[in-house]
Nanobody, 124 residues
């Protein structure tokens, strides 16, 4: 099994900053892509930023220039540095990872897992 655990959410004033972390654990063989999504009540889950195994990052237009996604491959950890936060950034931020893990000897299986999410609230 592969598990993702997010941390770093909280309450911040408009214009403030936060850094989210997501740690992937388990018998992971490789991670192909890892990303941050966000969800608010009544709205569809949307992609915020993601990074693939080659290190290429993609961002939603709404966060370009304000958010930076990065990954520590040695630690299977994904980060999201958020600057100039706006009230509309308020959401539950969820981590997603796709890749391959090793459930048993010489047995490889793909995975696509989500974390439980961390709440980010931007308010004065």
């Amino acid at each position: 099994q592969v598990q993702l655990v997010e941390s770093g959410g909280g309450l911040v004033q408009p214009g403030g900053s936060l850094r989210l972390s997501c740690v992937a654990s388990g018998n992971i063989f490789s991670i192909d892509i890892m990303g941050w999504y966000r969800q608010t009540p009544g709205k569809q889950r949307e992609l915020v930023a993601e990074v693939n195994k080659d290190g290429r990052a993609d961002y939603a237009d709404s966060v370009k220039g304000r958010f930076t996604v990065s990954k520590d491959n040695a630690k299977n950890t994904l980060y999201l540095q958020m600057y100039s936060l706006k009230p509309e950034d308020t959401a539950v931020y969820l981590c997603n990872a796709e890749g391959v893990y090793v459930p048993g000897p010489s047995y490889y299986k793909s995975f696509n897992e989500w974390g439980q999410g961390t709440q980010v609230t931007v308010s004065s």
